[in-house]
């Protein structure tokens, strides 16, 4: 079973059913750049569970800045 813990680490917890549920003690797997509340959207594992697609957020120097041209068809004629 894996779950985003509120400190946004991907968690795993080996769970067993026989002779009823058995859960054992929860392993981090790794460190998950989300935004917002972490909730099971934000990943999904394979069916084996050895990888997972994780939507993350993008780092805040690597948004180019947006330039606003006003007026371009003037410029360009001089």
Request: net charge positive; glycine share 6%; proline share 10%.
């Amino acid at each position: 079973m894996f779950y985003l813990g509120l400190d946004n680490r991907l968690m795993s917890v080996p769970v067993e059913w026989k002779d009823g549920f058995t859960a054992r003690q929860p392993e981090p797997l790794f460190q998950a750049r989300v935004l917002g509340v972490p909730t099971r959207r934000h990943y999904l594992p394979s069916r084996d569970g050895q990888r997972f697609l994780v939507r993350t957020a993008l780092a805040k120097e690597s948004i180019p800045p947006l330039t606003v041209v006003l007026n371009w068809p003037e410029a360009a004629r001089k």
